[in-house]
């Protein structure tokens, strides 16, 4: 036998009622001056939320309303699709990372994980009921359609944006491989809306990419957090040793720029491959469970080289726990500008009465080793790179004294030295070679003076090194 909603809601206020206290129900029906009665209320709903019982007043507000809708909506709607969109109105009301999920959801939420899936490409959150893109992941649709970090989203194929859930969004941005669909976006600094037309595909992402800038000076690059990242770059710093010709690094830049985080797991692995010792992160919530601590293991893959860190506004949570672990323990210099700041985790909670639902609700905070959250605070670099494109001065070309007419000999026979600059480009084609100073400099500022910042710490170390080694001989 089925009973309808409002009978259903209403039992349920009444076993409420009686959960309350003789003595305290008595006292709300006795007399019939007003102001006893607004007192009695009063001490029952705080005795209510002491108990953490539902409030009555609350509950009879919730039936009505849903029997407005019922009797009054200009179509028919059905209680189980009320309950649902209340359900999920509760969880978008706490932040913008809690969310119900159904039995789809659950899975799109494994196949993110993997670092296969399909769609465009970008990490999302919601801001003013907009979409706001956290950012692009390399490689991908929207990486090569120019979506930026930063960039609000406001219409999907003409459709407003505004009155859709996170999860109705994401939802319509995926679709069939190479199905289009239109993104209207607002973006700092342009005057209009821009219409973007972004082609869908299926998403791998390869999480590390490696590169030698020069001779023993690497580049890491971490696009996402997937579960198996960290084994990636311990297998990735091995094989930029073999690439020096003596077997040793100098130095790394790891980037983290328009990282938009993925698996806690994996950014503590990360942020051990480069220490020793030590706190990584620990997390604080209101139940037990919710209350961890990772620290870092007894070896360095990295056996202690110079450090370097890239970090944006697209850097995000798993990003920023590597950041200021490594930033605390002052093994790393970051440069570029504060990261995003979402330092909240996210709990998926199954339901006792449907396994195939749950919750994904946020249950924690970030903290970096000396304490610091990062929720909405973000991780803020030693060195702040502004946003600057640099472009070569024509016709700069120096006079030197090899350039006057009889000028003399160095005494060895050497001719003058050839202007690297004018074979700038010969060899851009060829794969695995190290980037010229001036190419990257021209194509990627940042880590341009990352790798400054690099060459000078590595100095530095050597000098320090040199300096020990002496005195222990004259010891």
């Known amino acids: 036998m089925t009973f309808r909603l409002n009978r259903l809601i209403q039992a349920v206020i009444m076993t409420l009622a009686c959960s309350y206290t003789l003595s305290g129900w008595a006292e709300g029906q006795q007399g019939d001056k007003k102001p006893a009665q607004d007192s009695a209320h ?6 209510a939320d002491k108990k953490g019982l539902l409030p009555l007043e609350d509950l009879r507000t919730f039936t009505e309303v849903m029997q407005r809708i019922k009797t009054a909506y200009v179509e028919e709607v059905d209680d189980k699709t009320l309950l649902e969109d209340a359900i999920k109105g509760m969880l ?25 899936f399909g769609g465009l490409g970008m990490e999302v959150g919601m801001e003013n009921g907009h979409i706001k893109v956290v950012s692009p992941i390399d490689d991908t649709p929207a990486h090569k359609a120019g979506i930026q970090a930063g960039d609000l989203i406001i219409r999907l194929d003409d459709a407003p944006v505004k009155g859709m859930t996170l999860m109705q969004s994401v939802e319509k941005m995926r679709g069939a491989p190479g199905s289009p669909i239109k993104l209207t976006i607002v973006r700092e600094g342009t005057p209009k809306p821009l219409d973007i037309t972004v082609k869908r595909a299926i998403i791998k992402v ?12 690497g580049y890491i690059r971490i696009s996402q957090f ?22 040793k690094l100098k130095g790394l830049v790891l980037d983290l720029r328009n990282n938009p985080g993925g698996v806690l797991q994996a950014a ?4 051990d491959a480069f220490l020793d010792q030590g706190l990584i992160v620990y997390t604080k919530g209101r139940f037990p469970n919710s209350e961890l601590r990772f620290n870092a293991t007894a070896t360095d893959p990295s056996e202690g080289v110079p450090l370097t860190i890239l970090i944006n506004g697209g850097s995000a949570s798993a990003s920023e726990i590597v950041a200021g672990a490594l930033q605390d323990h002052h093994r790393a210099i970051l440069l570029g500008s ?11 909670l199954p339901l006792s ?18 304490g610091r959250s990062i929720q909405a605070e973000g991780i803020k670099p030693d060195i702040v790179l502004p946003q600057v494109k ?10 030197k004294e090899a350039d006057l007419k009889g000028h003399l000999s160095n005494g060895k026979g050497h001719k003058a030295p050839k202007d690297s600059s004018k074979d700038k480009g010969k060899d851009k084609g060829k794969k695995d070679e190290p980037i010229k100073p001036e190419e990257l400099l021209e194509k990627d500022y940042p880590l341009s003076q990352a790798l400054n910042v690099l060459k000078g710490m590595y100095l530095k170390s050597s000098v320090n090194t040199a300096k020990a080694t002496k005195t222990a001989a004259e010891e």
């Open 226 to 247: 997937q579960s198996d990242t960290d084994k990636e770059l311990l297998e990735d710093i091995k094989k930029l040793k073999k690439e020096q010709k003596d077997g």
């Open 338 to 348: 504060t990261s995003f700041g979402k330092g909240s985790v996210q709990t998926v």
């Open 206 to 217: 390869q999480s590390v990419k490696t590169k030698t800038l020069e001779e023993g000076y």
């Open 353 to 370: 009465v449907d396994s195939e639902r749950g919750l994904k609700l946020t249950t924690a905070l970030y903290y970096t080793p000396n």
């Open 42 to 47: 009063q001490q029952q709903q705080a005795s």
């Open 268 to 271: 503590v692995g990360v942020a």
């Open 92 to 116: 978008s009301g706490l932040d913008p990372h809690s969310a119900y999920l159904k039995p789809k959801d659950f899975k799109e939420l494994e196949i993110n994980t993997s670092g296969q």
């Open 390 to 399: 640099v472009t070569p001065v024509e016709g700069s070309s120096q006079y």
